[in-house]
């Protein structure tokens, strides 16, 4: 008789603004076929480490992100996940009893110790509009409670996957500003950047993870991280919005840039919710069909690619 082995695949434990599930199976597609060590200096909510290691166990992973709850959120979930569980029960019930009141007292807490800190960030994204993080000029949480009517705020299941999947490969976490990478990072090894989204418009301005904004000296400062990383023979991508501001910091060798449409998942407006633009740089494959997955190539200049992926077209983007 056959036996059906119940394996759950681990996937990120909180929603997050940019998050790239959509893309995921574009972005995997690009990845080069073998490198060293993977480095996410950006990692969020973390759909590309953990398909990463969904697929190989016992990759070497370095992430880190300058939003220092979320860091210490990836360390409670890898190393005392059922502690975290536990605390996680206990909102749950609270919540299940007086949701407002429970909700506004949990976002005014600034706990002290890891498990509960851990704990009120998982909860506040599970309950809060949209899965928003955003903190005011103090660094306090204010984001309103959002109206779902039975949010899944205790998924052991898939707290206890992504715990084993950190453990197995020894994933090493870092609260620190994405130019640290370059002390990390060495020949041979792969970086996918994928900072907050470059505002296309005026509406579309969402930057606010952290108590700071990702400015413009910001992405110049990451060109420049691009650029060192490939002197110093990594792998380099980066996905962002497909704007000037962007794309004009890559338009010389190596630096490959693609379009893709895909649908972004937070937004205030909804009616912007699907078919933006993004760019996806990378410093290898822009003369040879080998040097990543075949998707990357299949459209001639300006045509959009037949093939799909995940919800994204892809294009070789014309650079004026
Ligand atoms: C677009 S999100 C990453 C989304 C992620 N790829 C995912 O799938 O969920 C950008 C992240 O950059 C972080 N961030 C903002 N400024 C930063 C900086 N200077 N250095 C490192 N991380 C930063 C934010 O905290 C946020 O988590």
Known sequence: ??????????????????????????????????????????VGGGAVLFSILSSDGAAACRASDLNSDLILTYVTVRDRVEDLIESLKAHDAAFRKDSKRYYYAVRAQNPRRQVERAARLIFLNKTCFNGLYRVNSRG?????MGSYTNPRIVNGDNLRAASAALQASGVDFECSDFESVLKRAESGDMVYFDPPYHPVSRAGNFTGYTKGDFTHADLKRLANVCRRLDESGCRVMLSNSCAEEVTSLFRDEPWSVRSITAARCINSDGRNRTGHQEVIITNYGRHSRDAVGAAAFVAAPKRVASRRAGSGEMAPLALA
Do not use: C, S
């Open 140 to 144: 306090m949480f204010n984001v309103p």
């Open 1 to 42: 008789m056959q036996q059906t082995l119940d394996v759950h695949v681990p996937r990120p434990f909180v929603k997050w603004a940019g998050g790239k599930r959509q893309i995921l199976p574009l972005l995997t597609d690009m990845f080069p076929k073998r490198y060293g060590t993977y480095h996410e200096p950006f």
